[in-house]
């Protein structure tokens, strides 16, 4: 009998071994799950042989987002590891990504786009703008409402249906020097401290200064500005920083009218350009010369958009236009020059059977000034061809962009060698080239070369022309374009990347003069440009 419940109580004692046995390991078992999934609620600290188990837990009155990963230690080479370490680098990358967030508002964004501007005397600029009425003597041209509107001149009063909203003024093309010195004046990147400059613009009226002394005046007078204006920057410490090399100027005339060269009092022009320390600057003007320091930018066109809308409302309009033209010309015949082409072109415009479009600038029969006037003719035509007059370029040029009016050049000095900031390198995308090198080559029929154009080749033609819009016109000083780049802030591109690379020529070592104001009589040649067409 004893026997039998000694051995029931043995069994009893295996059974309550086994349920101990089962209960100490399902408590391990719950002290891992909870170790590895524990998060913020709580941290588990364990030895080499887990054999101690610490729970800190947090008081309910904690504030939880307080926790962090960093309050983990666990055990090495085990997989709670590879977990909170991973954990721990994930939230560290997040935390450098958000800092670096916060830090990217504080960045210099007008970092290698500062410009400086020297403060001239009002002899350089405001008294020429003052003193209007005698900046065309010897004419009876009265520049003065002209420079109104920051020199974008009269509103335009009466559209006619032809032009768009009210971003069309009557802009005289020769006031370049105004328009781009108000558009500097809003320029986002300006700096009064010299010393952080990238670039220095000196803003010289020289345009208008030549204009005043152009007709009954000598040389002496003629170059007075100019030689007062370059000892006064030669004596500024900006000036010794790259002895000029970082400074420009902008000019409302064609380069070649600052290139007088020689002091013969009939010769035309001052002598600006070729003065020592002018040599060291550049310059840019609506036509460059042959020589590396002078740089073509647009012409300033009637158009002058205040906000984006107004830029693709007017691109819409001209891709839907109608154009009954198979081609236009807007200019006067040139016979003083012997090697015009401007007579056949009018010859056969006039033959050409209401193919061709012409308005006839010559002696006021038309006001070729009105862009109304101007814009009607090109917006009708597919083509408008585009001769040399008094020199290689034209306003109509870019007249003929505004209106979606393919561009035919008969020689590269008159687009191609010019705006190479502004216009497609290849000229192929955007223009018709038909080289006439002399007036004797003319062997050419308009109407049927340009017949001769594929449907297809014309469209891409036109859209790309279309495209480069924005790109010609100078948006209006008051307001900022928000998402397109205008001639005025593409120029300040093209300068700045000119600038930046003298300075890395003196960086490495090398002498910045070497090539920087030499001519080059190779760039208006035509063999750079093929046979064209």
């Known amino acids: 009998m004893e026997k039998t419940i000694a051995a029931k109580c043995c069994n009893n004692q295996r059974w309550f071994v086994l349920l101990v046995f089962l209960v100490f390991c399902f408590e391990l078992l719950c002290?891992?799950?909870?170790?590895?999934?524990?998060?913020?609620?709580?941290?588990?600290?364990?030895?080499?042989?887990?054999?101690?188990?610490?729970?800190?837990?947090?008081?309910?009155?904690?504030?939880?987002?307080?926790?962090?990963?960093?309050?983990?230690?666990?055990?090495?080479n085990s997989p709670l590891v590879d977990v909170v370490v991973n954990k721990t680098d994930e939230a560290n990358k997040k935390a450098d990504r958000e800092e670096e967030l916060k830090v990217e508002p504080d960045l210099d964004s007008c970092l290698g786009r500062y410009i400086y501007v020297h403060d001239l005397s009002s002899r350089?600029?405001?008294?020429?703008?003052?003193?209007?009425?005698?900046?065309t003597r010897g004419t009876d041209k009265n520049m003065c409402p002209y420079l109104e509107n920051l020199g974008f001149g009269p509103q335009i009063e009466n559209p006619q249906n032809v032009l768009l909203n009210n971003s069309w003024f009557l802009t005289n093309q020769f006031l370049l020097e105004v328009i781009f010195h108000n558009k500097m004046k809003n320029y986002e990147c300006l700096t009064n401290d010299s010393s952080k400059a990238s670039a220095v613009f000196v803003p010289f009226y020289a345009g208008l200064d030549m204009s005043m002394y152009l007709w009954e005046f000598n040389i002496s007078v003629r170059d007075s500005a100019s030689l007062s204006l370059v000892k006064w920057l030669a004596e500024k410490p900006e000036w010794k920083r790259m002895w000029g090399r970082d400074h420009f100027l902008v000019a409302g005339r064609i380069a070649w009218d600052f290139r007088r060269q020689t002091d013969n009092e009939s010769d035309w022009g001052s002598k600006l350009r070729f003065l020592p320390e002018s040599k060291n600057m550049s310059m840019l003007s609506i036509e460059s010369s042959s020589w590396n320091n002078d740089y073509a930018i647009p012409y300033p066109t009637c158009f002058h958009p205040s906000k984006d809308s107004e830029v693709f409302?007017?691109?819409?309009?001209?891709?839907?236009?109608?154009?009954?033209?198979?081609?236009?010309?807007?200019?006067?015949?040139r016979p003083e020059y012997q090697n015009s082409i401007r007579g056949k072109i009018i010859d056969q415009c006039l033959a050409s059977e209401n193919q061709c479009n012409l308005l006839d600038c010559n002696y006021g029969a038309t006001n070729c000034d009105n862009p109304v006037n101007v814009m009607r003719a090109f917006q009708s035509s597919i083509f408008c061809l585009q001769p040399p007059g008094d020199s290689y370029t034209r306003r109509s040029i870019f007249d003929s962009i505004l209106a979606g009016c393919i561009p035919v050049f008969f020689h590269p000095g008159t687009a191609y060698a010019q705006y190479t900031w502004h216009l497609p390198k290849n000229y192929t995308k955007y223009s018709v080239y038909i080289p006439v090198k002399d007036l004797s080559e003319w062997k050419i029929n308009l109407n049927e070369t340009l017949l001769g154009i594929s449907e297809d080749r014309i469209l891409a033609l036109r859209e790309e022309v279309i495209r480069l819009i924005p790109r010609v016109v100078y948006s209006d000083p008051r307001s900022r374009l928000e998402t397109l780049e205008d001639a005025f802030d593409l120029a300040v591109k093209g300068i700045l990347e000119r600038i930046e690379s003298v300075r890395n020529m003196i960086r490495e070592g090398k002498d910045p003069s070497i090539g920087f104001a030499d001519g080059d009589d190779y760039k208006y040649t035509f063999s750079p440009y093929g046979n064209g067409i």
């Not at 819409?316 to 006067?332: T, V």
């Open 31 to 76: 002290f891992d799950y909870s170790a590895i999934t524990g998060g913020n609620n709580g941290v588990a600290i364990l030895d080499n042989n887990h054999a101690n188990a610490i729970s800190t837990q947090n008081s309910l009155s904690h504030d939880f987002t307080e926790s962090s990963n960093d309050s983990i230690s666990p055990l090495p």
């Open 124 to 135: 350089f600029n405001k008294d020429l703008v003052n003193n209007c009425r005698l900046l």
């Open 313 to 333: 409302q007017w691109q819409d309009r001209m891709r839907r236009q109608k154009r009954r033209y198979l081609f236009s010309f807007a200019g006067a015949p």
